[in-house]
Structures are given as C-alpha cells and as structure tokens.
C-alpha cells in the first residue's frame, strides 16, 4: 500500500481516483486500485515494487492533464502528492534537457529560463513550514514545469525538423488521413486534395461479415478506387479490432473463445486478401490488443492473432507491408486488479516472437474521457516518440484532439477545447512529431466528425471545414520545398506557434 496527501485547501479541482492509474519501472502499467480516503489518496496494489502514481491535475494556465509522481517505494507514511509531481516533472524536463543536448542552444533559453524558475519554486515548497504556502508553492513549480517543457519539446521540434527538412523536402508521403466507412467517397473527397497523401480505410468487420463466412468489401473498395483514381497511397485495416462495437454479432457473445476468434480472423484476413490486395498499399494488422485482457485472452494468444492475419495476407500477397496500431500508449486506461500486458510489453512480445511487422502506427490523440486518451502535455507526446525509436521500426504517428469538450475528467490543453485550440494543438504535434527521424508519416484522426462521438474531425458533421484543416494543409506544403536553416525568431522561439519547423540532439 501507498498513501498521498491530498491538500484540502488546494485551488486544484478534485482528484477522480476512478481516472487514476499505476506505473511500474519502464511505466508498465500496474494493477490495483486507487480510493479517496479522508484528504488522502491510498493506493492497493499487488505489485511489490516501487511504482508511480498517475493522476488528473489541474495545472493552472496549462490546463487539466495527466501527470505522474516518480517512482516511489511502498511505505507507511504518506507522500506529499502536489510535492511528488513537481518533483518528477522538473526531473523529467531536466533529463530530456539533457539527452536532447540543448543546454546551451538558443533556441532552447525560454525553456531552460522557465525550469529555473520551477526548481526555484519546488525549493519554496519544500522549505516552507506552512503546509498551505508549501502546497501552493508546488503547484505553481508543477505549472511552471510543464511550461518548460512544453517550450523545450516545440523548440526542439522545430530545431530537428528544419535539420531533417532544411536541405531537402520530405517525401511524397507525409500526412495521412482516416476516413469513415460509411462514407461514400465522393461526399469527402473535396476534403482530401492534394495536400492529403494517404488515405486510412478502415474495415468494419461488424458490417463486412454480419453472417459467418458472408463478406461484403463494396465500402472499402470504394475507397480503395477512389484513393487509386486519385492518386494516393491507402492504408486498409485493422483486420483484428475487439473494441466494443468492432466484432459481428454472432461472434461478439463468444468473446475469450480464442478458437473461434483465430478462425474468424484467418477467414476474414483472407477475404480481404483475395478480394483487395490489388488495391492496397499497407495492411494495418491490428489495433490496440495490448487491452485484451478483458476478452479473456493472454499475450500469447493475442499475438497468435496478429501472426494469423499476416500469415492470410502474405499467403496471397507475398511480401505485403504490415502495420501494427499501437493505442493508448500511456497505459492511461481503466485500472485492472492484475497487471495488464500493457503496450510497450505487447510491442516487444511480438517482435521477440519474430512476427514480421513493418511499421508501428501510434495514436497520440487526446482529449477523450475513459479511453486512454487523456490529455498528456507536448513534452510527454516527444518523449514517447523518443521512446520507440530503440525498436527500430518505422513509425507512424496518428494525431487527433477534439473541437470541443471531450467529456468529463477528458482533459484539456492550457484553455477548454475549441476548434482553434484544437488547431493551436495540431500545429505544435505536427512539428515534434515529424522532427523525429523514425517517424515517415502523421495522420489526423479522422476526415470529419462522427455523430454520437468526440469530436476529433477535421471537418464538422456537415463536411465544413475546421480551421485544424488549414493547419494541416499549410503544414504539408511546407514539406514540399526545403525548409531551409533554422533561425531563432526575434519573438523567441518557443513564445511562437510552431510551423513546419529526427531523434537526435540539437
């Protein structure tokens, strides 16, 4: 067990234990539970290592986010929790300071400026005799920190892109795009010129197969031929989906029967196969099975899933590229009493298992209650990135935040989602996200809205236009010439929405 205080008299708005969640080393995601007891938070847990609380803070001007404490050894007495997420913040800024070399950059002198600052503050806190003024002290070093490094992850970002870009434009596929099954493509094509260069065409397995052994693919050829008519390269998937919702009825009530669930995917992957290969660029295997825990499935047989599906495909398309959704990388779900897989460990279990995937598709989208989806702050959206380019993979990075509110305890980004945060967002995501080298595309969420769900679109319901649409056009045909060499503007560089401008250090 772990205990943390919890200020009564802080400005902060109440701490939901139910959004909470557990990480062990490596941030692997812990099991256990998490309760509000008498002005302290108690942590049960099974596990008997240190391990990391995560919670929902209220940071002020930067908005209401996710953030953790370091890791902390189980003991009797409590912790200071406003104490323990300074401390871990201003350690996380100083420590991705360093690895990115930026000590003495330019570029980098609002952030170092801004870290000074916290550190000054984190001393007031736990120097103060007064509980109340140290409390405060804490919050404000805990929203002068994620300034900091929000300002050294966009300043970084916007260093590395022009030294990827500067010299050079980027390839001919850079931004991507999902769009919805169930629309035809000629309602949004106005909507993916040229400035879009992938198209991501989901299959609705509950729609494709709604009797076994019966496919219908007349929605995704659609838009495969629209997306060849057009000229653009087509990402078709995830065959494997056990999201709530995603599997056909008649196999939905047999969910934890690995048996019917290997040969439903064998038959649905092969289908597929047979019927689109032609047409297809990437085959997205599958998505976010490291939460299928509570299918009933072990990682074994997830993973005899996925090796299922690029067996069928490859079986008729020899050699077919693959891809592999990674969601909620933040291990941010719903907390479970035993240790989940966890997705950095399904990610390793299946390349250690030799099963050939040739790029990782991370969704980075925030701002959505009770999905893993949480909002995280910049600095923890690079370092994430940072983080899987030891697999040696090539990535893509999928982007979304919404237009409006995503719900209570979703989260927001410094002020309440609107269409032009969303789009303030997108612009600084876009540019830390193709500064790192291993990342070859990013992707928006999706083309437009889709009724009854977070408003992640690019466009409205109606197919208007948002102005994160702009954005991400602008941004495309930045990357069609060289960006040339980076400068430090005269307002400050990291004071100054990002633009279009690889690990590595500046």
């Known amino acids: 067990m772990i205990r943390f205080t919890v200020s009564q008299d802080s400005a902060a708005a109440p701490i939901d234990p139910a959004r909470s969640c557990l990480l062990g080393v490596d941030d692997h995601p812990v099991g256990g539970s998490v309760r509000a007891l008498s002005g302290e938070l108690v942590v049960d847990t099974a596990h008997a290592g240190a391990l990391a609380l995560c919670v929902p803070w209220d940071a002020g001007p930067m908005g209401r986010l996710m953030l953790q404490t370091c890791l902390l050894e189980q003991r009797n007495a409590p912790y200071r929790l406003a104490l323990e997420l300074a401390r871990q913040r201003i350690k996380f800024v100083i420590a991705k300071a360093e690895e990115w070399q930026v000590w003495d950059h330019p570029g980098a002198a609002d952030a170092l400026q801004q870290l000074d600052r916290a550190r000054r503050q984190f ?21 002068t920190a994620i300034d900091a490094g929000e300002r050294l992850a966009i300043a970084h970002g916007q260093i590395l892109i022009h030294r990827r870009f500067g010299s050079k434009p980027a390839s001919s596929a850079v931004l991507g795009m999902r769009v919805l099954a169930s629309d035809p493509p000629h309602r949004c094509a106005p909507l993916l010129g040229s400035d879009v260069d ?61 048996g019917a669930l290997r040969e439903a995917v064998w038959g649905l992957a092969e289908a597929a196969a047979r019927q689109l290969s032609t047409h297809v660029g990437l085959w997205s295997l599958a998505r976010g099975l490291h939460s299928a825990g509570v299918h009933g499935l072990t990682i074994s047989q997830t993973n005899d899933l996925v090796r299922r599906a690029a067996v069928a495909v490859r079986g008729v398309r020899r050699n077919a590229p693959t891809l592999l959704e990674v969601t909620e990388p933040f291990s941010d779900g719903p907390l479970e009493p035993e240790d989940p897989i966890g997705p950095w460990r399904w990610m390793a279990s299946l390349i250690n298992e030799g099963i050939h995937i040739d790029v990782l598709h991370v969704h980075l989208e925030v701002g959505e209650a009770g999905s893993g989806r949480s909002v995280r702050d910049l600095l923890q959206l690079s370092a994430l990135l940072d983080r899987l380019l030891p697999l040696q993979k090539k990535v893509f990075a999928e982007l979304g935040a919404p237009s409006s ?39 928006w969420h999706s083309v437009r809205d889709v009724p009854g769900e977070v408003a992640f679109g690019a466009a409205d319901q109606h197919l208007s236009p948002k102005p994160v649409m702009s954005r991400l056009a602008t941004f495309r045909r930045r990357l069609r010439q060289p960006l040339g060499p980076w400068k430090l503007s005269g307002a400050g560089a990291t004071s100054a929405p990002a633009t279009a401008g690889g690990q590595g250090s500046a």
């Open 123 to 143: 001393t007031e806190a736990i120097t103060s005799p007064d509980p109340t003024a140290s409390d405060a002290a804490a919050r404000r070093s805990i929203a």
């Open 198 to 258: 992938v198209v991501f065409v989901p299959l609705d397995w509950a729609q494709i197969e709604p009797t076994p052994g019966t496919y219908d693919f007349s929605a995704a050829i659609a838009w495969l031929d629209w997306a060849v008519s057009a000229g653009k390269r087509t990402v078709l998937g995830p065959i494997i989906d056990l999201g709530p919702g995603r599997l056909p009825a008649w196999l939905d009530g047999r969910r934890g029967d690995h």
């Open 405 to 443: 509110s995503g719900g209570e305890g979703a989260g927001t980004w410094r002020t309440p989602w609107s269409p032009e945060v969303q789009a303030s967002w997108a612009t600084r995501a876009l540019t830390i996200a193709m500064s790192k080298p291993h990342v070859e595309l990013v992707a």
